[in-house]
């Protein structure tokens, strides 16, 4: 492995001597590893059963997140493949110790939720996870959401046995009739796409640095409702987040339906322990 990474450092430009290869710990899908030369530090990714596609897609997902969005992400040095492996060479992130600033975090989530679109959507594929996600430009959000997020999920559990019965005719019934709940023509939002606690962290100085995106735009609240699925977001990140984009009193009503999906994604890579949790919400929305 350290030939690898050496081999896609000098390929970068970097042709300074290696001072240290460390494997870091965490990460489902990628292996990765610190590397420092003479030049400077780096954070590399690495994946050998993934398609270059797949670091293309997040280096797009970074940049957009980046030039539009306003916000901090990691600078991409590069993308290697070829080697037996693809992955990304990244800027090392010097990461603030007390991971607490979330107010500094819910203000650039609004301030990234302030770009917009004249559509839903993206312009290319993207990933979540490992699984890949069709996207296109849409006029109408609940159609983009539908086709694009809740059925193929839907028909992946199918697939897998994970979603049979009275369960799939009840979730699909809900596809089919999310006007009931979800607005057809919100403001598309320039949104992260994949906005758990683990998919950010602080630099040095307390600013928010956002990773592995995927990225679309859409409904703002579908973002919002993700950060309470999971925990690990304070008060003060909904409020200095409210304070610049209010959350209206339909937000309680539908927002189990945006968590629907990224529970049924992880229904899909977990498997049964996040059964109970896709029954709960398929329940409220048709009993």
Known sequence: MENVIRKAIKAMGDKERILNIK??????INEAFYAETEKKPYFLKLNRNVSAEFFQSEKDGLLELQTKGGVYVPEVYGLFEGTGYNGLILEWIEERPENNLQSLLGEAIARLHGVTAERFGYRSDTYIGEMKQENGWWENWVDYYREKRLIPQLEQAAAKDLLLGKRRTRAEYIAANLEKWIPAQPVPALLHGDLWSGNWMSRFNGEPVFID???????????????????????????AYSGCKPLDQEYDNRKELYQLFYLLVHLNSFGEMYRWHVDKVIQKYTV
């Open 23 to 28: 494997k870091l710990s965490g990460g489902d």
């Open 213 to 239: 995106p995927s990225v679309f735009y859409g409904h703002n609240k579908m973002e919002i409702a993700f950060t309470e699925l999971f925990g690990g977001f304070s008060a003060e990140f909904y409020e």
